[in-house]
């Protein structure tokens, strides 16, 4: 399964837009890509899936390349409540049976 | 909504003990994951089931066992406890794949203490 590579923490402040970029550059062709939100004694939440180019839903946009080596999520004006750790995971696609492999995610702290 | 639910928030057990983890999904979801979270680690495979009585290692299967009798119903079973496994065991479900990623529901956890 792919590996995957993010920033371990990042600050911002109420109102930013916040860009998060996550690597993995041994994905497969059949390789989905996927953000997870966690808030403190939860478990992760889904927050959006791509395979290419951009995607958008209510919470956030997911940009990817042609290559897919890497991918960006894009929160708009965050808040206070935008606190939390972020996974980024590919995998869920072929044979793997939804098998996705969780890395250390982003810890994303918003400030007043 | 998809219902995960797991049979504790916390847990304290014995070194050496077996320890039942449960969880049950309310989806009729094919596929359930259990995972264990330490600090600085995030989220760590430990086995997967995509059917009933079916079951695959996940990253880290040693020490640990699963059963899936019933669709629902997930359960993790730790043979023999020991201090290395204090941590937070997460259960999630999801449905069959379509040639896609599908999205997994995860229930509140488990922080299970072994002492």
């Known amino acids: 399964l792919a590996k995957t590579t993010q920033p371990i923490s990042m600050d911002s402040y109420e109102g930013q837009e916040v860009n998060i970029t996550c690597s993995h550059n041994n994905i497969a062709t059949n390789d989905y890509i996927t953000w997870y939100q966690q808030f403190p004694s939860q478990g992760p939440r889904f927050i959006i899936q791509?395979?290419?180019t951009k995607v958008t839903n209510e919470v956030a946009s997911l940009f990817i390349p042609a290559d897919r080596k890497s991918s960006t999520l894009s929160l708009p004006r965050v808040s206070l409540s935008d606190t939390a750790v972020y996974y980024c995971l590919v995998g869920g696609g072929g044979t793997s049976y939804g098998k996705l492999t969780f890395g250390q995610g982003t810890i994303l702290t918003v400030h007043p | 909504d998809v219902k995960v639910t797991q049979s504790s928030r916390y847990l304290v057990k014995r070194t050496g003990e077996k320890v039942f983890l449960e969880c049950v999904q309310d989806?009729?979801?094919?596929?359930m994951f259990w995972y264990r979270q330490d600090p600085g680690l995030g989220l760590r495979l430990i086995y997967f089931?995509?059917?009933?009585?079916?079951?695959e290692k996940g990253d880290i299967p040693e020490g640990y066992s699963v059963s899936r009798e019933k669709k629902e119903r997930f359960s993790l079973i730790l043979e023999s406890a020991s201090t290395n496994q204090t941590s937070m065991y997460l259960c999630?479900?999801?449905?069959?794949?379509?040639?896609?990623?599908?999205?997994?529901?995860f229930g509140p956890g488990t922080r299970l203490t072994v002492t």
């Open positions: 989806m009729d979801h094919e596929n």
């Open positions: 791509g395979y290419k």
């Open positions: 089931s995509y059917d009933v009585k079916m079951k």
């Open positions: 999630a479900s999801s449905p069959p794949l379509a040639g896609v990623g599908d999205e997994q529901y």
